[in-house]
């Protein structure tokens, strides 16, 4: 079985140690999320495992052979920024791509055409990239990364520049091929969606890993502290849990709010206050922490406000 091992790698530029002695694995049938603010590591260990770059110590490997050429064919990357021509027709580009990874001219014209349809982008094929949007551009990229049929697959905030409908499309996609038993890696600092999709998490920040493990035991690690309540009428008793201390906010709406619990406060006494001051309380439910919760939690409030305001960002 096709298997991605990352074996305490190292990789420093001059002073900077930008990964430092990090392990972790990926397995297929699953999606692993590498998550970490702007900084902690994260393009630098993919480009060790794509083999843009050669670790400093340590290895990696796939299939239980270190990575080098031969396993570029066997993966695709997307990565963060387009990699396009920008003056090349669509699937003029996709099948010169395609080309690259050892793909017949005629193998990688099928192909085009088969993710160009699945994507309702056929009618974009004869363009060129700089005629494209962004979102469409994203489209395109991705097509690029899977056109070679690899075992492997790393993407590196998929989703920016996509709007609803296509982020859910892309997403169904990468379920397709997590069922189909391929090995996908996802590096993202939205929290939010790296909970939606990923089985396993690895958590970096400055050059470590700080937290890993399957998302279900990550998260039933740190207790059930958060409760999601919904209720008509006034909201008001939130604000005064805040300024008591005994909650912190973590999402709000008019009528549902998700709290997290300040340590010593006991859920009963949200909960009595809630159903003192609305005038009806219809879900009340503890819950283990959102992953963002998670990440304050590890790193602490300062860098976790960071890497929300670079999700708000990249989302922008
Ligand atoms: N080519 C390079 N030369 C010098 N320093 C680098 C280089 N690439 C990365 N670094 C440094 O290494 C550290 C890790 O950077 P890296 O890009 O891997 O982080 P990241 O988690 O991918 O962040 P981002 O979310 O911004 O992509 C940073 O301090 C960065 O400045």
């Given at each position: 079985?096709?298997?991605l091992?990352?074996?305490?790698?190292?990789?420093?530029?001059?002073?900077?140690v930008?990964?430092?002695d990090?392990?972790f694995?990926?397995?297929?049938?699953?999606?692993?999320?590498?998550?970490?603010?702007?900084?902690?590591g994260?393009?630098?260990?993919?480009?060790?495992?794509?083999?843009?770059?050669?670790?400093?110590?340590?290895?990696?490997?796939?299939?239980?052979?270190?990575?080098?050429p031969?396993s570029q064919?066997?993966?695709?990357?997307?990565?963060?920024?387009?990699?396009?021509?920008k003056r090349?027709g669509v699937?003029?580009?996709?099948?010169?791509?395609?080309?690259?990874k050892?793909?017949?001219?005629?193998?990688?014209?099928?192909?085009?055409?088969?993710?160009?349809?699945?994507?309702?982008a056929?009618?974009?094929a004869d363009?060129?990239?700089?005629e494209?949007?962004?979102?469409?551009?994203?489209?395109i990229?991705f097509?690029?990364?899977l056109l070679?049929?690899?075992?492997?697959?790393?993407?590196?905030?998929p989703?920016?520049?996509?709007?609803p409908?296509n982020?859910?499309?892309?997403?169904d996609?990468?379920?397709?091929l997590?069922?189909?038993?391929?090995?996908i890696l996802?590096?993202?600092?939205r929290?939010?969606q790296?909970?939606?999709?990923?089985?396993?998490?690895c958590?970096?920040a400055?050059?470590?890993?700080v937290?890993?493990?399957?998302?279900?035991?990550?998260?039933a690690?740190?207790g059930?502290?958060?409760?999601?309540?919904?209720?008509d009428?006034d909201d008001?008793?939130i604000?005064?849990?805040v300024?008591?201390g005994q909650?912190?906010?973590?999402?709000?709406s008019?009528?549902r709010?998700?709290l997290?619990?300040?340590?010593g406060?006991?859920?009963?006494q949200v909960?009595?206050r809630?159903?003192d001051?609305?005038?009806?309380?219809?879900?009340?439910?503890r819950?283990?922490p959102?992953?963002n919760?998670?990440?304050?939690?590890?790193?602490?409030?300062?860098?976790?406000?960071?890497?929300r305001e670079?999700?708000?960002?990249?989302?922008?």
């Amino acid at each position: 079985m096709a298997h991605l091992e990352v074996s305490r790698v190292t990789k420093r530029y001059g002073n900077t140690v930008a990964v430092d002695d990090v392990s972790f694995s990926a397995e297929p049938g699953r999606i692993l999320g590498l998550l970490g603010p702007n900084g902690a590591g994260k393009t630098s260990t993919i480009r060790m495992i794509t083999y843009i770059a050669v670790p400093d110590a340590g290895a990696v490997r796939y299939d239980g052979r270190t990575v080098g050429p031969w396993s570029q064919q066997r993966m695709g990357y997307l990565p963060e920024e387009s990699g396009l021509y920008k003056r090349l027709g669509v699937k003029e580009q996709l099948v010169y791509l395609g080309t690259l990874k050892g793909l017949s001219r005629a193998t990688a014209a099928d192909r085009a055409d088969y993710w160009l349809d699945r994507f309702d982008a056929t009618d974009w094929a004869d363009m060129t990239t700089e005629e494209l949007s962004k979102g469409m551009q994203q489209k395109i990229q991705f097509i690029a990364t899977l056109l070679h049929d690899p075992s492997l697959l790393i993407f590196d905030e998929p989703f920016s520049g996509l709007d609803p409908i296509n982020a859910d499309l892309l997403r169904d996609i990468i379920l397709e091929l997590r069922r189909d038993d391929r090995t996908i890696l996802f590096a993202s600092h939205r929290m939010e969606q790296v909970e939606q999709l990923c089985d396993d998490i690895c958590l970096m920040a400055e050059g470590d890993v700080v937290l890993q493990g399957p998302l279900r035991d990550v998260k039933a690690q740190f207790g059930q502290n958060t409760l999601v309540l919904e209720f008509d009428g006034d909201d008001a008793f939130i604000d005064e849990l805040v300024t008591a201390g005994q909650v912190r906010v973590n999402t709000r709406s008019a009528h549902r709010a998700e709290l997290t619990l300040a340590d010593g406060t006991d859920a009963r006494q949200v909960l009595n206050r809630a159903l003192d001051r609305t005038d009806e309380l219809y879900r009340y439910e503890r819950v283990a922490p959102p992953l963002n919760e998670i990440f304050v939690e590890v790193v602490g409030e300062a860098e976790a406000q960071r890497m929300r305001e670079e999700a708000a960002a990249g989302a922008a």
